[in-house]
């Protein structure tokens, strides 16, 4: 009986209807593919097509190997249940994954397909957990953990939610589920189980490697890796919700002219336009965008305007999208997929009418005016209810693929804004998915509140979309809903989120600062309201003085974050990194959640606990670090204690580098 066989560099195992095939997917990778009744399925969800390569194969009647470079995999067939195991080892072999057995009575199947009506099923793929082994990666979750072992995570898109299915094992592997489904991922102590609600076949990539590095280098050949960092993107960025007419947008950007502060970008937020899904501006309140444009340009500041996905039954461009089937439809029902400020159906970006549409839209009303760089608000999309199964885009069900949506919604304007004649391109977008930073996403961590709590959730939300391949991220510094302006504790919130927010790869202030005021256009029709001053002057004088000086320092450190755009356009590099990612050799660090690293050379100790002028930080084993506050120095492996009085956060150089910060914090 022949369970195995090569074609070409792959090794392919058939039995009772399922097909596998495994193949070297880029250097030190595999990838590996599962159906029922059927062929195996060309073409990839996320993965881009690998260069070929020359992986070793040997066949044996019940089991059989396949090596490429630092990984392997054994299949081992089941002489009683005649079922498949797979497992995956390093080049020393040490077992680093494995499917689990078929448990002999138990009857179990390490890959279980369920049949669906339509010919997809429902799939579920279980792995033996070693109890050991810490997970880190897998998007941006709402919650202050970092190793992800014992964790339950949708596998869906939600606002604040940004699900990237690969992670990085401390076992020295990294693992893409390869599937757009809607489903969940149960990383147990006893086993790691995936599941998808609905899909046509089984597809994940695993890969190898000495470091974290290595492993995460990886991956971004396996799935694209960021454009170069415009210049812009290095300073600081100004944004509230919502500046909403043409003057007072020129007046807040004179006003940072005037005082001498440095401001690269100036962000006007939703509901500038008429109806949503008109993409142009509502002639009311900016009856002349193009000069308000060319006057922020003359100031030295790019202008980005928000963009939203759904589209008014009222739009001028409602009929003609549906009657062209540029929408994503419901499945039954009426067809109102948000309710806000009218009723609203999603545009479908998975279709590439849909894209080439909008963008000429977009084009027309922004880029032609000189915008050259776009907010993608709502990209999940934010369903009113999130029941997936009640919608279809062009590529097929949103519980079979719905997980591409944000990466086709970066795609589509950065394919317009290159056809356009624009390189320099970086787009801030509130979702994503595998493959997204290929097309210039910096992704913002969603409306999350004014707190303490949320706060802290933010570095182990940045650290892990890092991690998943996305290393441009940011927050709504100080948080986006529930901030009063003149609130003292708010106030010490915002200058310790600031703080943080000068060491992440883009610095924004945003928020929907309160008491808002509502707006109310000529016509009499209530309009989307505009919050409380959230510019850097609004917060007290001593305020002021502290988050000029943090611009200031932004400034400062434009070369160095240069170079860390470099490190993540050239080799994939999260430019916030966990302190293991440097450090894999010192056990503590794949520990800390609440420090980290910007770039390689600076520890970076938020303040993140209300009325705290002192935290305890760990400095790393292999180095030694200088407290810029103070100049201290200390060797690595031990815990410090030091002060931080409101104007200071805890940052240390790594071996002296960067030294023109010291005294500056």
Not at 537 to 564: A, P, Q
């Amino acid at each position: 009986m022949n369970y195995f066989e090569r074609n070409d560099n792959a090794l392919i195992f058939r039995q009772e209807g399922e097909t596998v095939r495994i193949e070297g997917w880029q250097n030190n990778s595999l990838r590996v593919r599962s159906c029922m009744m059927g062929e195996i399925r060309e073409g990839s969800a996320a993965l881009l097509p690998a260069p070929s390569c020359s992986p070793q194969i040997e066949i044996g009647e019940t089991e059989a190997s396949i090596t490429n470079g630092a990984i392997k995999a054994v299949l081992r067939v089941d002489a009683w249940r005649k079922s498949l195991q797979i497992t995956y080892y390093n080049r020393k072999g040490e077992t680093l994954l494995s499917e689990i057995p078929s448990g002999g009575a138990l009857c179990l199947k390490a890959r279980q397909f369920q049949s669906l009506p339509g010919g997809s099923y429902r799939l579920k793929v279980s792995f033996l957990s070693n109890p050991e082994e810490k997970i880190y990666g897998m998007g941006q979750y709402q919650q202050e953990l970092m190793d992800l072992k014992g964790c339950n995570l949708e596998l869906a898109h939600r606002n604040s939610q940004a699900s990237i299915p690969f992670y990085l094992s401390s076992l020295g592997y990294g693992f893409l589920w390869n599937n757009p489904a809607v489903g969940e991922v149960h990383f147990g102590t006893n086993t790691t189980e995936w599941l998808a609600r609905s899909t046509r076949q089984m597809d994940y990539w695993i890969t190898a490697g000495n470091t974290p590095a290595e492993i995460e280098e990886n991956y971004a050949n396996a799935t694209g890796k960021a454009p170069m960092m415009p210049e812009y993107g290095l300073g600081f960025w100004q944004c509230k919700l919502r500046y909403y007419n043409q003057q007072e947008v020129i007046d807040v950007a004179a006003e940072y002219k005037k005082r001498g502060i440095p401001l690269d970008v100036l962000v006007i937020d939703y509901y500038h336009w008429p109806r949503c899904g008109d993409y142009r501006f509502d002639e009311e309140y900016f009856p002349a965008p193009a000069d308000m444009v060319k006057a922020l340009h003359d100031m030295g500041i790019e202008t980005m305007v928000s963009i939203w996905p759904q589209v008014d039954w009222r739009s001028e461009n409602y009929e003609e999208m549906k009657q062209q089937g540029l929408l994503v439809t419901s499945k039954a029902g009426v067809d109102v997929q948000m309710n806000f400020h009218g009723n609203n159906v999603f545009m479908d970006a998975t279709n590439p009418r849909t894209r080439s549409y909008v963008w000429e839209k977009c084009k027309k009303n922004y880029a032609d005016l000189g915008i050259r760089t776009f907010w993608l608000d709502e990209a999940e999309p934010e369903f009113a209810t999130y029941d997936y199964e009640c919608y279809r885009y062009h590529a097929g069900t949103v519980e079979e693929i719905g997980n591409i949506y944000p990466r086709e919604y970066s795609r589509l304007f950065y394919e317009g804004q290159r056809e356009n004649g624009q390189d320099d391109i970086v787009n801030l977008v509130r979702c994503a998915w595998a493959g997204s930073q290929r097309y210039g996403a910096l992704v913002w961590s969603g409306d999350i509140f004014s707190s303490y709590e949320d706060f802290r959730k933010q570095i182990c939300a940045g650290l892990h979309m890092g991690l998943a391949g996305i290393p441009w991220w940011t927050t709504d510094i100080g948080g986006f809903h529930g901030g009063v302006t003149d609130s003292p504790d708010f106030q010490e919130l915002l200058v310790r989120w600031f703080q943080f927010g000068t060491f992440c790869p883009v610095m924004r202030l945003h928020g929907c600062r309160m008491p808002d005021r509502p707006i109310i256009n000529q016509a009499g029709e209530v309009r989307e309201r505009t919050g409380a001053d959230n510019e850097v002057w609004s917060f007290g004088e001593k305020n002021y003085e502290i988050l000029v000086k943090y611009i200031k320092i932004r400034e400062m450190m434009r070369d160095y974050s240069r170079s860390l755009m470099r490190e993540a356009h050239e080799k994939g590099a999260p430019v916030m990194r966990t302190l293991f990612y440097e450090f894999p050799e010192d056990k503590n660090c794949w520990d800390i959640k609440d420090a980290y690293l910007y770039g390689s050379d600076l520890l970076v100790a938020p303040i993140v606990y209300s009325k705290a002028t002192s935290r305890r930080v760990y400095l790393p084993k292999g180095a030694r670090w200088t407290l810029c506050s103070t100049g201290e120095i200390w060797e690595g492996g031990q815990t410090v204690e030091v002060n931080a009085p409101i104007s200071t956060i805890p940052l240390f150089l790594r071996d002296g580098k960067q030294n023109y910060l010291i005294g500056q914090i």
